[in-house]
């Protein structure tokens, strides 16, 4: 059983906040990714990190940030919301040599 | 680039009827397959997985078989029942990709058994 988490689970708020999404896993991972999940359910990789200290962007461009100052700790921001901001944000992490993925349940973001 | 391609966005096969998802892909070295399947409210889950040609991955009575020849990896199962209602979705990662580790999603085919 994979342990990642993700607050909030929903999120509604009003153009031109900053917000921050929070993912933690206490498996030891170093790898975690940020997927961005639109109605159509189609995932995208939008950031992801190699260890504390390494962040890169992903296949979707994305105004959103990212920080890995502790393994376990993977924080997203966007500094302006937008309603085009609007969609689920998925976190996941993996183990050195596996390909497996475990993701946390997501959170679903409406900006208004 | 690498890419999956699930031709089928929605099924709607009545409970106890044969299934087949389709999933095709490309990429330029031999990938690593999965299925992942994904429940309301929840994140992807890893389903199923098969490392190399020719390798089967089963979970749940369902069976993917890795085909080379022809870039496939369909799911199948012989007989669905309302509880494997869900959205799943085919990946790789290709072997190029062992920096990142990184899944390539197909665009996912949401599977809903009438009972």
């Known amino acids: 059983e994979a342990d990642i988490y993700q607050t909030p689970r929903y999120l509604v708020i009003g153009t031109g906040k900053k917000i921050t999404l929070e993912c933690s896993q206490t498996m030891g991972h170093d790898k975690m990714y940020w997927y961005q999940q639109d109605p159509g359910m189609e995932l995208h990789l939008i950031h992801y990190?190699?260890?504390?200290?390494?962040?890169e962007k992903g296949d979707l461009s994305s105004e959103s940030t990212v920080s890995r100052i502790r393994t376990e700790h993977f924080p997203l921001t966007l500094e302006s919301a937008r309603p085009s901001h609007t969609s689920q944000y998925l976190c996941?992490?993996?183990?050195?040599?596996?390909?497996?993925?475990?993701f946390g349940p997501g959170t679903r973001l409406t900006v208004l | 680039g690498d890419s999956v391609v699930q031709t089928e966005g929605q099924v709607l096969p009545s409970e106890g009827d044969s299934l087949i998802v389709n999933c095709s892909y490309e990429?330029?070295?031999?990938?690593?397959l999965f299925w992942y399947v994904q429940y309301p409210g929840e994140g992807p889950q890893l389903h199923l997985k098969a490392m190399k040609a020719n390798d089967k991955g089963r979970n749940k009575g369902f069976e993917a078989m890795y085909r080379k020849e022809t870039t496939s990896f369909h799911l199948e199962k012989d007989s669905v029942q309302e509880s494997d209602s869900a959205v799943y979705f085919c990946?790789?990662?290709?072997?190029?990709?062992?920096?990142?580790?990184?899944?390539?999603f197909g665009s996912g085919t949401r599977l809903q058994v009438q009972p």
């Open positions: 996941a992490s993996s183990h050195p040599g596996t390909d497996t993925q475990y």
């Open positions: 990190s190699y260890g504390v200290n390494s962040t």
């Open positions: 990429t330029t070295q031999y990938p690593s």
């Open positions: 990946a790789l990662r290709g072997r190029a990709d062992t920096g990142r580790r990184a899944l390539t």
